[in-house]
């Protein structure tokens, strides 16, 4: 299966402030990644689809604005979380999947906004 | 459309057993099976593509029953290691021809197993 990184695994940044957080796969070419966020106790929510090369596609009620998705290459992806709020504080996981439809997920990074 | 795991929570005894069930509304073109354990991202277990499989690895095995939309996790003979929060991932294409990758997930079923 693919193996999948993230990074940072974890970050505290102050409201007001944006949060890049990258996700990559280390030994497959994904020309599409997904994101998902899962608050405490909750099931994995997703929140939009990467795609190499073009615009992100995004789940309803999720603020294209908001978090801001690029892949600009076939194993790394980026979600930038701009103006941080509380209530954005979560867990962040990316997945990939492979030639077999399984999908692999990131360790996840864990999002603090003080 | 998320789809309805049963039961909410297990507790069980090492060497017991115990059945997962993922339900949907919608027509899935396959059904993934993930554990979460505390702090830690999901680990994939299994895929179960549409066309009814069964599928199954160590003492850890699942169904899929594409009429009835529902997929079950079998966990036998239970181990300290199997506990954890289980979630069922649905892909739900409109049009049953293939994958999309994107999941939809139940609301996990905690299984704690005690020594």
């Known amino acids: 299966g693919a193996v999948v990184s993230q990074h940072p695994s974890w970050v505290i940044c102050k409201s007001g402030t944006s949060v890049k957080i990258e996700c990559r796969s280390l030994?497959?070419?994904?020309?599409?990644m997904f994101w998902y966020r899962q608050f405490p106790k909750q099931s994995l929510m997703l929140m939009a689809t990467?795609?190499?090369?073009?615009?992100?596609?995004?789940e309803q009620g999720v603020e294209k604005d908001k978090f801001l998705i690029n892949h600009a290459s076939l194993t790394l992806s980026t979600l930038t979380v701009t103006s941080a709020h509380p209530e954005d504080s979560s867990f962040y996981i990316c997945?990939?999947?492979?030639?077999?439809?399984?999908?692999?997920f990131g360790p996840g990074t864990r999002l603090t906004v003080t | 459309q998320q789809p309805v795991q049963s039961p909410q929570a297990v507790i069980l005894r090492e060497g017991e057993d115990a059945v997962i069930n993922c339900s949907s509304s919608?027509?899935?073109?396959?059904v993934h099976w993930y554990r979460q354990k505390h702090g830690e991202a999901p680990v994939f277990l299994m895929i179960?593509?549409?066309?009814?499989e069964q599928k199954g690895h160590d003492k850890i095995s699942a169904s899929f029953n594409e009429k009835k939309q529902q997929s079950s996790l079998y966990l036998t003979a239970s181990q300290l290691s199997y506990s954890g929060t289980y979630f069922c991932g649905t892909d739900n294409d409109e049009t049953g021809s293939s994958n999309t990758g994107k999941l939809i997930f139940g609301q996990g079923t905690t299984l704690q197993v005690k020594p």
């Open positions: 919608k027509a899935l073109y396959s």
């Open positions: 179960l593509l549409k066309g009814g």
């Open positions: 030994d497959f070419q994904a020309t599409t």
């Open positions: 990467s795609n190499e090369g073009s615009k992100a596609t995004y």
């Open positions: 997945s990939v999947g492979d030639i077999s439809y399984e999908q692999y």
